[in-house]
């Protein structure tokens, strides 16, 4: 199912395989219930430079960006944003905005930029 340009599916290995199979860069990140983990093992993931200041705007900037990988499309799969949902609604809104915001600004360019979350139900 896609959500905007959010993609919800059942199983993050499937995902990570078939995205493999299309050449793509791909970062599973697992379940966090707190932001700042999140946003750091995003960065991690990505192989965000060493600047990654680990807080949304940084976050935004370095997803725009992505220079540092080879060129291709990128798979970012959230496995388990139910639990960042739960405890920080508001943050998990606002993140999923900026990850949204990401894939529609990379699009057009050398490293397109997919979300997927990874058994997730349809975001609210």
Do not use: K
Request: aromatic fraction near 4%; charge should be negative.
């Amino acid at each position: 199912m896609t959500i905007g340009v959010l993609r919800v599916a059942a199983s993050a290995a499937e995902v990570a395989a078939d995205a493999r199979l299309r050449g793509a860069a791909v970062a599973v990140v697992g379940t966090f219930d707190e932001r700042r983990a999140l946003l750091a093992a995003i960065g991690r993931e990505l192989r965000f430079p060493a600047y990654y200041g680990g807080n949304l705007d940084a976050l935004e900037e370095c997803l725009g960006d992505l220079s540092w990988l080879p060129a291709g499309e990128v798979v970012l799969v959230w496995d388990g944003s139910e639990a960042l949902r739960q405890t920080d609604p508001r943050g998990h809104r606002v993140l999923l905005e900026v990850l949204a915001a990401a894939t529609e600004s990379t699009a057009d360019g050398a490293r397109p930029l997919r979300v997927v979350l990874a058994g997730a139900s349809v975001p609210r």
